[in-house]
């Protein structure tokens, strides 16, 4: 093999797996890995809670795709060849064993992420990777030999054959690759929480359902699945799975919308209406607030009936049909005006990057520009929560690392 040299710029999960996939196959390659903060790894540190959420055991491919908003069709063939399963085999020899939690997720056994920043910087590190962190590329220029100049933040250049860009979050004037002829779907944030300014709501921050379904009214967003209430608004899964798929109407909407909340998913309003009547016989001379209808948590279902209208005082007996009415209403579509968001605790994924239709993914080479290549969150590929991300940045960055020594 020839001994190119090889420039990736990113020091995140993809550029790493990158870098670590181009020097073991090609130990000629010379193989710098720049990264433009002080801090490599920081989205693996805090993922899953500072345990990491290294991917989802989910091993078919089609299916696995239709876990990401944006990206998942063209995934398909790239996943068949690194997905799920070369994934858990490439950190377990190297001596890192996974778990697979009741939900898909998996994570090391250690249940920390510095298991996982550890083996990637030995492997980088045995590989003989060359990384520098605080330099940025500020802009990239084809060289005559068919490679790149860099200027850095620095004001220094560097010279390289082939070229990865592994980083997000760039605006497109700010781009280094938009200047060579590529074009940037702009980044807006997905898997963030919903602000809700309710009193009642915040009130019951700390609790949280197994299953309720989400929707955004005029829209196709609908998601179930668990809830979480939070002291400013809702979080939990059916809320980031909501602003994953959600990410460009939700940002287009400035964050500022209806949010009906179907709290008992499992039950139509017609069965809901004939509890409340068997109630009515049964339990007629109870308090409607003491003696929960539903099953939801006392707190969540007086606060409901509460919504709905009904007193302290009603009884199950007495209890008119149009209260009976409103409290199904309350039940099955909640709504909340949403105000705002925040991030999912520390984490930040964002939708956008450049198109795939710019990528060829055999191999994650521009289409437009010869030796140019393309991983991770520079991709427009995401995924709802739940490892996705990072199975996207392990399977693009190892497919870019093998393809720019093979060449």
């Not at 709905?308 to 005006?337: C, F, H, M, Y």
Request: glycine share 10%; net charge positive; proline share 6%.
């Amino acid at each position: 093999m020839n001994s190119p040299r090889i420039i990736i710029a990113g020091g995140g999960a993809a550029g790493f797996f990158a870098s670590i996939s181009a020097a073991e196959l090609n130990p000629r390659a010379q193989v710098l890995l720049l990264e433009k903060t002080p801090h490599l790894l920081s989205k693996v540190r805090i993922s899953g809670g500072g345990r990491c959420n290294v991917t989802h055991a989910c091993f078919d491919p089609r299916e696995l795709s239709t876990r990401y908003p944006r990206g998942g069709r063209a995934l398909i063939g790239p996943l068949t060849r690194f997905g799920p399963t070369e994934t858990v085999n490439w950190f377990q020899s190297r001596g890192v064993k996974l778990k697979t939690e009741s939900d898909g997720r998996m994570f090391p056994t250690t249940d920390s992420s510095q298991t996982i920043i550890d083996c990637l910087t030995q492997a980088s590190q045995k590989a003989k990777v060359r990384i520098l962190t605080e330099h940025g590329v500020q802009s990239l220029q084809r060289s005559p030999e068919g490679g790149f100049t860099l200027r850095l933040t620095s004001g220094s250049t560097m010279e390289s054959d082939r070229f990865l860009w592994a980083a997000g979050g760039c605006r497109p004037e700010s781009h280094p690759c938009t200047a060579l002829g590529h074009t940037l779907s702009p980044p807006v944030p997905s898997l963030f929480t919903f602000h809700i300014d309710q009193p009642w709501l915040n009130e019951l921050a700390g609790l949280s359902l197994d299953s309720v379904e989400v929707s955004v009214p005029k829209t196709d967003l609908r998601e179930s699945g668990p809830l979480l209430i939070t002291h400013s608004g809702l979080s939990g899964p059916a809320i980031l799975r909501l602003s994953a798929w959600g990410a460009r109407p939700l940002h287009s909407l400035n964050y500022n919308f209806p949010l009906l909340i179907n709290w008992l998913p499992h039950s139509s309003p017609d069965e809901i209406l004939r509890e409340i009547q068997d109630r009515r016989e049964t339990i007629g001379a109870q308090m409607v607030l003491k003696s929960k209808g539903a099953n939801l948590p006392s707190r969540l279902w007086e606060k409901l009936a509460l919504l709905a209208g009904i007193t302290p005082e009603d009884r199950w007996s007495k209890l008119s049909r149009e209260s009976a009415n409103r409290l199904v209403q309350v039940l099955t579509a909640t709504k909340l005006q949403i105000t705002g968001k925040s991030m999912n605790k520390e984490e930040f994924v964002t939708c956008g990057g450049i198109p795939l239709k710019e990528i060829e993914t055999k191999t994650m080479q521009s289409r437009v520009v010869p030796n140019l290549y393309f991983a991770g969150e520079a991709l427009d590929i995401d995924g709802i929560t739940g490892g996705y991300n990072f199975q996207s940045a392990w399977t693009t960055g190892w497919i870019a690392g093998q393809s720019m020594v093979a060449t």
